[in-house]
């Protein structure tokens, strides 16, 4: 595959602009000046935010939330749930499991409500999503930058998919963060090029 740097590099000027770029400008400025290996981690969630954000660029609000292939996902939902995502995670750094709800007690009302966080609602703009997604990645910059110690480690909330008793420290959280936003931003693309043909890369 050709790779096209233009749209690929997060540095480059086709990243998104106006109301996408600001706040994620602010946002990384924000995090204090850091080395070594929590600057590795910085680095790995920015360039992943910047594949979820780019499939974004030039929408309108509408299209934002439109589901453009077979399931239910839509642009503006998709950033909406790894806003939720990495702020959870981040709270579940700082204050252990209780940041969490009880996975495996959730009601279907809970699971809806859960569910909200996939989709645009009335009254959302894309630039608001955009704007809380860039306020969260801020905070979570902080706190990669000024934690104590990224070994600190506390018990997994309880969830069908993690196993009893297992621990997670910073580290693999953050990990995780990086890894569930590389994911979203594949779908991103997906979204994006079902929608009007249009690529992150390639």
């Known amino acids: 595959m050709n790779f096209d740097e233009r749209t690929t590099d997060p540095a480059t000027r086709d990243e998104p602009t106006d109301a996408q770029a600001v706040p994620a400008a602010q946002a990384a400025q ?45 642009l503006g939902g998709l950033i909406k749930h790894v806003t939720s995502v990495e702020r959870g995670w981040a709270e579940f750094i700082r204050t252990g499991p209780s940041a969490m709800p009880d996975f495996t007690a959730m009601t279907e009302a809970d699971w809806a409500r859960r569910a909200d966080d996939f989709r645009m609602l009335p009254g959302e703009t894309l630039a608001g999503v955009l704007a809380a997604y860039a306020e969260v990645a801020g905070r979570t910059d902080e706190l990669v930058a000024t934690l104590p110690d990224l070994d600190a480690a506390w018990p997994l909330p309880k969830a069908p998919w993690f196993e009893a008793g297992a621990e997670w420290s910073a580290r693999r959280v ?12 594949g779908h991103a693309d997906i979204l994006r090029e079902s929608l009007d043909g249009a690529r992150s890369m390639g």
């Open 30 to 74: 924000a995090a204090p000046a850091v080395t070594g290996e929590r600057a590795d981690l910085l680095e790995a969630l920015a360039k992943q935010r910047h594949f979820l954000r780019f499939p974004t660029r030039d929408l309108t609000d509408e299209q934002a939330g439109l589901r453009t292939t077979a399931g239910e996902l839509c």
């Open 174 to 185: 953050l990990l995780h963060i990086v890894a569930e936003t590389a994911q979203h931003a």
